[in-house]
């Protein structure tokens, strides 16, 4: 089962940031096990608009 996670806080405004998707990190998949394949949440911001990603747990 997956740990919920702090929202991310948007730098530009400090509003709390919406998880829209976890996508595979393909650029750094070479250097990775396919089996250990690098996640990275993308997340938005309701306020204004700005997006931000970091690593998936």
Do not use: F, W
């Amino acid at each position: 089962m997956k740990q919920e996670r702090k929202p991310m806080h948007c730098s530009k405004c400090d509003m709390d940031m919406n998880l829209h998707a976890e996508k595979i990190n393909y650029a750094t998949m070479e250097s990775k096990k396919k089996a250990e394949e690098p996640v990275v949440e993308i997340h938005t911001c309701p306020g204004c608009g700005a997006t931000a990603t970091r690593e998936a747990q």
